[in-house]
């Protein structure tokens, strides 16, 4: 199983970045994903997570309205559109699958199984 995650990069406040986080091993399309960052000092923190369907997101209230989850289960991809970036997202983002469930449970709870190896994001004049 291998998650490959891209995108991430130097961005200027007020710049986007899009993360990619294709999978191989595993059928993202029957379970929930979600994106997670850590900022240096910091835990692991979940940012945003998705239904198996697509249908059904949810954010952390850090960056509601600035970040937009998807995902194209043809490609076994999910992607995360960051926005209006803020030098308190820098961070490492990691993408992760639950493969208990199918559904976005509240505040984005997941027993993750498998995680990718990150990808930085330094949001920085």
């Known amino acids: 199983l291998q998650f490959v995650e891209s995108g991430g990069g130097l961005v200027q406040p007020g710049g986007s970045l899009r993360l990619s986080c294709a999978a191989s091993g595993v059928t993202l399309k029957y379970y929930v994903t979600g994106w997670f960052r850590q900022a240096p000092g910091k835990g692991r923190q979940v940012v945003s997570c998705i239904s198996s369907s697509g249908g059904t997101t949810n954010y952390a209230d850090s960056v509601k309205g600035r970040f937009t989850i998807s995902r194209d289960n043809a490609k076994n991809t999910v992607y995360l559109q960051m926005n209006s970036l803020k030098p308190e997202d820098t961070a490492v983002y990691y993408c992760?699958?639950?493969?208990?469930?199918?559904?976005?449970?509240?505040?984005?709870?997941?027993?993750?199984?498998?995680w990718g190896q990150g990808t930085q994001v330094t949001v920085s004049s």
């Open positions: 992760a699958v639950d493969t208990s469930i199918s559904t976005v449970q509240p505040m984005c709870s997941m027993a993750v199984d498998y």
